[in-house]
């Protein structure tokens, strides 16, 4: 399907995305949710330092990771570059309520799982309670549970909007109420401000386009390439698909399809590769929205005999075992931990009023993953 096509059709297919996803999901996926969690909360139990601390440890760690393993004349230069890491840590207060409304846009996808439960972890680090609900990509379902954290008169609220304009009025009531919101994984960096959002987490959809780019370029610097999005109008992956298409242009690659998926579902996801193959029998390489997409990618190109490199984004447990296999080429795995720690940190200071004014937009930066390290 076309992406005009797919987008004229978005809404009502995200109307009864809770359905298709529980009809449709394989059991291998929710295997993955598992393992990404397991090894996510293995890393942190591991890890002496803070949430915080280790956000910006990591960070510093994985900008010399990508130079490393690209071994190229520059490094990404992108707009993510430009704001900053972490915020402050602040000082835990005795006694201050702290209750934390997590609005997980779809459960489906292992890293935003992980992201959860680090966030989790955080709040209880800091004396809050956490309530943590997910919308399974569904736009209706996380305005209604918004209303529901409302009602529970909660201290903050952290959300990557599954439809941005959705949660206007909500916002709106939030402010009345007093309650800060924090965009979690959903803000772009160096673009304005979001109406209604305290501070904005940026999860690294530019960095991701850039170093997967950059690792195709350098295994085969002419590649022709595709594109596949998702067709639901979420403003995020929408600009990663754009990023995607300029990085790989500027880095000398050759463009020559984008084919969204309709759903965040393995059979929605390899029509849209059947489609990229039938169209462009000969690409040599396709950039995923997330890394379900490129396993299910994978799956396709390998029964269809084509040797593609295909890359994908979040770093999940079965895409580096695909990569250690040689049947992926790479993902970008963002760097989970800091996105959720992150923005429970914001809300703290913001109900504590601490570290004010908090910067505008953060960019945890995340690490991209090859054959040469699929277990970093």
Same mark, same amino acid.
């Given at each position: 399907?076309?992406?005009?096509?797919?987008?004229?059709?978005?809404?009502?297919?995200?109307?009864?995305?809770?359905?298709?996803?529980?009809?449709?999901?394989?059991?291998?996926?929710?295997?993955?949710?598992?393992?990404?969690?397991?090894?996510?909360?293995?890393?942190?139990?591991?890890?002496?330092?803070?949430?915080?601390?280790?956000?910006?440890?990591?960070?510093?760690?994985?900008?010399?990771?990508?130079?490393?393993?690209?071994?190229?004349?520059?490094?990404?230069?992108?707009?993510?570059?430009?704001?900053?890491?972490?915020?402050?840590?602040?000082?835990?207060?005795?006694?201050?309520?702290?209750?934390?409304?997590?609005?997980?846009?779809?459960?489906?996808?292992?890293?935003?799982? %992980?992201?959860?439960?680090? +966030?989790?972890?955080?709040? $209880?680090?800091?004396?809050? !309670? #956490?309530?943590? @609900?997910n919308a399974n990509a569904s736009i209706t379902l996380q305005v209604s549970q918004f209303n529901d954290l409302l009602a529970e008169h909660v201290s903050a609220i952290m959300v990557n909007p599954n439809d941005v304009g959705s949660l206007t009025p909500d916002l709106k009531q939030a402010a009345a109420?007093?309650?800060?919101?924090?965009?979690?994984?959903?803000?772009?960096?160096?673009?304005?401000?979001?109406?209604?959002?305290?501070?904005?987490?940026?999860?690294?959809?530019?960095?991701? %386009?850039?170093?997967?780019? +950059?690792?195709?370029?350098? $295994?085969?610097?002419?590649? !022709? #390439?595709?594109? @596949?999005?998702?067709?639901?109008?979420?403003?995020?992956?929408?600009?990663?698909?754009?990023?995607?298409?300029?990085?790989?242009?500027?880095?000398?690659?050759?463009?020559?399809?984008?084919?969204?998926?309709?759903?965040?579902?393995?059979?929605?996801?390899?029509?849209?590769?059947?489609?990229?193959?039938?169209?462009?029998?000969?690409?040599?390489?396709?950039?995923?929205?997330?890394?379900?997409?490129?396993?299910?990618?994978?799956?396709?190109?390998?029964? %269809?005999?084509?040797?593609?490199?295909?890359?994908?984004?979040?770093?999940?447990?079965?895409?580096r075992q695909l990569i250690k296999a040689g049947e992926m080429f790479s993902t970008f795995a963002f760097n989970w931990q800091a996105l959720g720690a992150q923005a429970v940190i914001a809300g703290y200071d913001l109900v504590t009023?601490?570290?004010?004014?908090?910067?505008?937009?953060?960019?945890?930066?995340?690490?991209?993953?090859?054959?040469?390290?699929?277990?970093?």
């Amino acid at each position: 399907m076309t992406r005009a096509a797919a987008r004229a059709g978005a809404w009502r297919r995200m109307r009864s995305a809770v359905r298709d996803t529980r009809k449709n999901l394989r059991v291998t996926v929710w295997c993955a949710v598992a393992a990404a969690l397991a090894l996510g909360l293995a890393a942190c139990a591991s890890g002496s330092a803070s949430s915080g601390s280790a956000g910006a440890t990591g960070s510093a760690s994985a900008t010399a990771s990508n130079a490393s393993l690209l071994q190229l004349q520059g490094t990404y230069t992108g707009p993510e570059t430009d704001v900053p890491n972490t915020y402050a840590n602040p000082t835990v207060k005795p006694g201050t309520k702290f209750v934390v409304g997590w609005l997980n846009p779809n459960g489906v996808v292992p890293g935003l799982n %992980a992201e959860q439960q680090y +966030a989790q972890q955080e709040t $209880a680090k800091l004396g809050g !309670t #956490f309530i943590a @609900m997910n919308a399974n990509a569904s736009i209706t379902l996380q305005v209604s549970q918004f209303n529901d954290l409302l009602a529970e008169h909660v201290s903050a609220i952290m959300v990557n909007p599954n439809d941005v304009g959705s949660l206007t009025p909500d916002l709106k009531q939030a402010a009345a109420a007093h309650i800060p919101v924090i965009s979690v994984s959903g803000a772009i960096a160096g673009q304005p401000a979001w109406a209604g959002y305290e501070t904005n987490l940026v999860q690294g959809e530019d960095q991701a %386009a850039y170093y997967n780019a +950059a690792a195709v370029a350098k $295994a085969d610097p002419h590649a !022709t #390439f595709a594109v @596949m999005g998702y067709a639901a109008p979420i403003p995020v992956l929408e600009y990663w698909a754009q990023r995607a298409k300029y990085w790989g242009e500027k880095l000398g690659l050759h463009f020559v399809d984008e084919t969204d998926t309709t759903a965040t579902t393995p059979s929605a996801q390899a029509t849209a590769m059947s489609a990229i193959l039938a169209r462009d029998p000969n690409v040599q390489a396709v950039f995923c929205f997330n890394d379900e997409a490129a396993e299910s990618a994978v799956s396709v190109a390998r029964q %269809a005999g084509k040797h593609v490199l295909v890359s994908g984004t979040e770093g999940d447990t079965t895409a580096r075992q695909l990569i250690k296999a040689g049947e992926m080429f790479s993902t970008f795995a963002f760097n989970w931990q800091a996105l959720g720690a992150q923005a429970v940190i914001a809300g703290y200071d913001l109900v504590t009023h601490q570290q004010l004014p908090l910067p505008v937009t953060i960019a945890a930066l995340g690490t991209l993953v090859t054959k040469a390290n699929p277990g970093v």
